[in-house]
């Protein structure tokens, strides 16, 4: 195993130049699948690579349930060990786990309370579930399943956010919470959260990672609408009518954590711009390119040190146990 098996825990800081150069540069669909899976990658390897020093390191403890072989002189000679990393790496890998389990239980949660807060509401055909009885502007995509939500999801909208759009500014809207429903752009969320609570230098691409996901919706919605200035307007006026709602309460704001705002100057500056180029690898002379391949460099090593150091781990141990 060697030094080799501390990498994956300082390999995700090569994920960093991608994380920003994505957001500019690379396709928002492609981006958001891109920084997902590398984070996902990461994130693993970086927990096994604790899961290792934990195994390595407390062998000799007492009350350790390996086999006593596995705490052989001859089996520690072999791997290199420090048994006050080991130690270390015990909390470490309860933090992972109790970070990661909140999350998961936070999202379950504000689905259920979303549910909840529409049981009683019937769901529209082909548009959104419309609230008029609430004041306040919002607007949000809850994810199918088990509940009210039904197995698509539905769109909710309150009355006060139609009343500060135009008929082709709604279009955009719904369009834009359809497409964060067609495309589970909660499940990449969610991953990169994961990502970020098992690595904390994994926390810049979950932040891009919502960026991305909101870019991805907004050229769908351009897209589906025809006319990118419609949307981009939409957008700014939602995020100017929805401002105080962070204060409330309700499932709109339990909401928030599926379909984060994100910078909306930066989306509207894109959506006045350009249309993206289409999903595809950038050469590898331009700074994209170059973080791309940092990225993925970083990516592979920390993969290929975990796997070294758990074949290794598993050959000397399983020859240990037969002795």
């Not at 752009?185 to 959260?193: P, Q, T, Y």
């Not at 040190?305 to 141990?317: D, G, K, Q």
């Amino acid at each position: 195993m060697g030094v080799f098996v501390f990498l994956p825990l300082v390999l995700p800081l090569t994920a960093w130049p991608i994380a920003r150069l994505a957001e500019r540069q690379l396709h928002p669909r492609a981006a958001t699948w891109l920084l997902t899976a590398v984070g996902a990658v990461l994130a693993l390897c970086s927990t096994l690579c604790l899961l290792l020093l934990m195994v390595v390191g407390t062998a000799q403890l007492p009350g350790n349930p390996l086999p006593d072989a596995w705490a052989d002189p001859e089996v520690r000679a072999v791997l290199p060990y420090d048994e006050m990393v080991g130690r270390a790496a015990i909390p470490l890998l309860g933090a992972v786990a109790g970070a990661c389990a909140h999350l998961v239980w936070v999202h379950r949660r504000v689905r259920t309370r979303a549910s909840r807060a529409l049981a009683g509401l019937p769901a529209a055909e082909g548009g959104p579930t419309v609230l008029p009885d609430d004041a306040r502007a919002y607007a949000y995509a809850l994810p199918g399943g088990r509940g009210a939500a039904g197995p698509r999801g539905r769109i909710v909208v309150s009355r006060a956010m139609l009343t500060c759009l135009d008929a082709g500014e709604q279009r955009a809207l719904i369009a834009h919470e359809e497409a964060h429903l067609t495309a589970r752009h909660h499940r990449f969320l969610l991953a990169a959260g994961l990502s970020a609570r098992a690595n904390p230098f994994l926390r810049p691409l979950r932040t891009a990672v919502a960026y991305t996901a909101e870019r991805w919706a907004d050229e769908d919605a351009a897209r589906t609408v025809g006319d990118r200035r419609t949307v981009a307007r939409a957008i700014a006026k939602a995020a100017l009518a929805s401002g105080p709602m962070a204060t409330g309460r309700g499932a709109a704001t339990a909401l928030a954590g599926f379909a984060t705002a994100g910078p909306v100057p930066r989306r509207v500056a894109a959506l006045l711009g350009p249309v993206p180029p289409a999903p595809a690898l950038p050469p590898a002379w331009t700074a994209a390119g170059l973080a791309l391949w940092t990225a993925a460099g970083g990516t592979a090593a920390s993969a290929l040190a975990s796997a070294n150091a758990t074949v290794t781990l598993f050959t000397v141990l399983r020859a240990a146990t037969a002795l």
